[in-house]
C-alpha cells in the first residue's frame, strides 16, 4: 500500500554514467601522437616509405628524361620537356603519396583495432569514434609529408 502522506517526497534519480564526456578534440590530438609514436618506434616501415618514394621519383625523372611534348597549346609555354615535364609529373607524385592517406587509412584502422582488439574498447568508450578516425588520417598525412617535403 502507498502511502499519500504530504510529509513524503518521491524522488526519481536519473540514470547517470559513471564515465565523463571526452572532447573529440582531446581524442584527435591522443589519436595523433598514437599514431606519430607507432611510426617512430617502427623506423624500419618510414625507412620502407622513403626507399619506395625515391623510387618513384626515379621513375619520374626517368619519364621526364624520355618524352617531351612539344605543341600543345592548352599547357603554358610551348613545350614541355625535362624539368618542366618533371615538375609536372610531381603532381601525379603528389597524388600517389597522399592517396592513400584520403582513401584507405580509415579502413585501415579499423582492420588494425580489430585485429588488435581495440576496436570492442573504442566503440565502448565515451570518446567520440570520428575524432579516433579523423586522428589517424591526420597522423597518416603528418607521415607522408615527412617523406614527401625532402622532394
Known amino acids: 500500500m502507498i502511502a499519500t502522506s504530504p510529509d513524503i517526497l518521491i ?3 536519473a540514470v547517470e554514467s559513471l564515465s565523463r564526456p571526452v572532447s573529440s578534440w582531446n581524442v584527435c590530438k591522443a589519436t595523433v ?5 607507432i611510426a617512430r618506434r617502427y623506423l624500419p616501415d618510414l625507412a620502407g616509405r622513403i626507399v619506395e618514394l625515391a623510387i ?3 621513375f619520374f625523372v ?3 628524361n624520355v618524352l617531351s611534348i612539344k605543341g600543345v597549346s592548352s599547357l603554358p609555354g610551348p613545350q614541355l620537356t625535362d624539368r618542366n615535364l618533371f615538375l609536372f609529373l610531381q603532381g601525379s607524385l603528389l597524388l600517389l603519396v597522399f592517396s592513400g592517406t584520403a582513401l ?3 579502413s585501415e584502422a579499423v582492420g588494425e ?3 588488435s582488439g581495440t576496436l570492442e574498447f573504442l ?4 570518446s567520440s569514434r570520428y575524432a579516433y578516425f579523423v586522428g589517424t588520417v591526420v597522423a597518416s598525412a603528418i607521415i607522408n609529408q615527412i617523406t614527401f617535403i625532402p622532394l
Not at 601522437?33 to 609514436?37: H, W
Not at 566503440?123 to 565515451?126: A, D, F, L, T
Open 123 to 126: 566503440y565502448s568508450g565515451p
Open 104 to 106: 584507405s587509412t580509415p
Open 62 to 64: 626517368l619519364l621526364s
Open 56 to 58: 618513384r621519383v626515379a
Open 113 to 115: 583495432d580489430l585485429s
Open 11 to 13: 524522488e526519481t534519480r
Open 33 to 37: 601522437i598514437k599514431e606519430l609514436q
